[in-house]
């Protein structure tokens, strides 16, 4: 079903999102998942498994296996995949959930990704829900949404995940440290938070923080 202000389409298997543009008065190009890029770039260039992202993850340390908690577009996701790591996605909303179940429906059908994609688990619900029903990881990942730009853009992707989740009735912020504070009593090593650059800590200060040039990933030892 169409949210107000998105419009959903479908084109070769994939379902994509298209967001109405008010000041052109017409649809954007619509977005898709996919799923190849970031497989293709961490096959051609290794060192990306130094971004700050992974090394809070811990994936030079050993970590094995991760849960997205909040996976919206699953892009952190394949990064995790990308890098070695069992993952399990959780997405409550359930559009998202379908997009990007169509994608991985796809990618199990590609002989190269096949072994790859096994190790990815998506599940659609809430995630302290989903915890209880899995097998304790050693990491879970959040990525709560970023407040929205007061100056210019936020990058496509990002404008189509606010206009679908704008009508939310919950806090983001109370939202995501609800989810904080039950990762902590079930992830077995760490648990990490992505965060704007500039912004206050999530319910409290972290053991590290890792730093990117606009965001950083706060590392919360379990």
Do not use: H, W
Request: proline share 4%.
């Amino acid at each position: 079903m169409d949210s107000e202000g998105v419009k959903i389409v479908e084109q070769e298997g994939r379902l994509g999102l298209q967001i109405f543009d008010s000041s052109l008065k017409k649809y954007m190009n619509p977005y898709f998942v996919d799923f190849s890029k970031t497989f293709e770039m961490f096959s051609r260039d290794r060192s990306l498994l130094s971004q700050p992202l992974l090394k809070a993850i811990g994936v030079k340390k050993g970590v094995r296996s991760v849960i997205d908690a909040t996976a919206g577009f699953c892009g952190d996701s394949i990064c995790f995949l990308s890098a070695g790591l069992k993952v399990t996605s959780i997405e409550r909303n359930f559009t998202l959930f379908e997009m990007i179940s169509r994608e991985r429906s796809l990618f199990l059908e590609k002989k190269p990704y096949r072994n790859l994609m096994e190790n990815f688990n998506l599940r659609f619900g809430d995630a302290i829900d989903i915890f209880g029903e899995v097998e304790a990881p050693e990491v879970i990942y959040l990525d709560p949404m970023f407040p929205r730009k007061k100056k210019g853009k936020s990058p496509k992707e990002m404008q189509i995940l606010q206009e679908l989740l704008k009508e939310n009735t919950f806090d983001v912020e109370e939202e995501s440290s609800r989810i904080l504070e039950a990762s902590l009593s079930v992830a077995t090593k760490r648990v990490v938070v992505k965060r704007p650059l500039k912004a206050t800590f999530l319910m409290k200060k972290p053991n590290k923080s890792f730093l990117g040039k606009s965001i950083r990933y706060d590392l919360y030892l379990a």
